[in-house]
């Protein structure tokens, strides 16, 4: 017995230590003085190019909006996962509803550290993993371009979430597993800097390896198949393979994915679908630099061998 009771004792002890432990690694980390000096006063023109870059009108804006609806960032997307269903909120500048109370500080932190302005932990549904690689003075001109779009009242519905999805701490240990700012494909000294150019837009603001790469079960990207398609997160078909490998786009020149990402039409005469439609309509918004830089990382990149179709075609 005095045994037993020691066992015990010491199981609550270690219990106690670690429930500690785990509550501190997972509290939500905002950025430092030296990260939020480098914001700097941010310009709305060039925030524009960022905001186009990051598709922010594709899961913020009312599904099925068109012309300048789609600047009415009101929310309500369904995003289905095998974790329930997450839906991006109104980051309209109503400042109830939306965004439009929140400090350029907020923003950043949100961005680049997945912090709300209250201190919680966001869902990485939405994308900080990848906008955590941004630059600060970015971050800046982003919010002043957000600053000259419309407040539109009403909020977005909540996220589903299942038990123990529906508990936020826990992402804080999910972040020190999957949160960097490092970026995924690293380049030898004297790489291109339309290809440099391209992996910050491709990597941060575009984050386009959140839908193209494929998930470990604790959600967050396999890198090793980075950018080699996924199941959609809409709930139906796949987010096709854009490297080099297999199911991919190897056959496709750099101007055919420059032409691509402006027109949307591919190099089969076939046009673009599905979620690609919003994105590519942002894609054309950007200057011609910007997408053949794109279209240079995407052709500089590792190709995969067994791209996420051709993964599906073989389970079939």
Same mark, same amino acid.
């Given at each position: 017995m005095p045994l037993l009771k020691k066992l015990v004792g010491a199981a609550l002890i270690l219990g106690g230590v670690g %429930? #500690? !432990? @785990?509550?501190?690694?997972?509290?939500?980390?905002?950025?430092?003085?030296?990260?939020l000096a480098q914001l700097g006063p941010g310009d709305a023109a060039r925030g524009k190019r960022i905001f186009n870059a990051g598709g922010c009108t594709s899961c913020h804006a009312k599904p099925g909006s068109q012309g300048d609806a789609r600047l009415q960032l009101v929310g309500g997307l369904e995003l289905k996962t095998p974790f329930g269903t997450f839906v991006p909120p109104n980051i309209s500048q109503d400042a109830k509803d939306g965004i439009g109370a929140w400090s350029v500080e907020d923003l950043a932190n949100?961005?680049?550290?997945?912090?709300?302005?209250s201190g919680e932990h966001f869902y990485p549904a939405f994308p900080y993993p990848s906008y955590a690689r941004m630059r600060p003075a970015d971050?800046?001109?982003?919010?002043?371009?957000?600053?000259?779009?419309? %407040? #539109? !009242? @009403?909020?977005a519905p909540s996220h589903s979430l299942s038990f123990p999805f529906n508990i936020r701490r826990g992402l804080g240990l999910w972040k020190r597993l999957y949160l960097s700012k490092e970026p995924v494909i690293a380049f030898s000294d004297g790489t291109p800097d339309p290809v440099m150019a391209g992996r910050y837009l491709v990597e941060g603001p575009g984050h386009c390896g959140e839908c193209h790469t494929p998930r470990a079960f604790t959600g967050g990207?396999?890198?090793?198949?980075?950018?080699?398609?996924?199941?959609?997160?809409?709930?139906?078909?796949?987010?096709?393979?854009?490297?080099?490998?297999?199911?991919?786009?190897?056959?496709?020149?750099e101007a055919d994915i420059a032409n691509y990402l402006e027109t949307g039409f591919t190099p089969e005469f076939d046009s673009a679908s599905g979620a690609m439609v919003d994105v590519?309509?942002?894609?054309?918004?950007?200057?011609?630099?910007?997408?053949?830089?794109?279209?240079?990382?995407?052709k500089a990149i590792p190709p995969h061998p067994n791209g996420y179709p051709a993964r599906k075609k073989t389970a079939n």
């Open positions: %429930a #500690v !432990a @785990g509550w501190l690694l997972s509290a939500p980390v905002k950025l430092d003085a030296e990260t949100a961005m680049l550290k997945g912090v709300s302005p971050i800046a001109d982003l919010y002043a371009f957000l600053k000259t779009l419309p %407040a #539109v !009242a @009403g909020k990207t396999r890198k090793s198949e980075w950018l080699a398609g996924a199941a959609a997160a809409e709930g139906n078909g796949i987010v096709s393979n854009i490297t080099s490998g297999e199911g991919g786009i190897g056959k496709w020149s590519q309509k942002n894609m054309a918004e950007l200057t011609p630099d910007d997408r053949a830089a794109i279209a240079a990382y995407l």
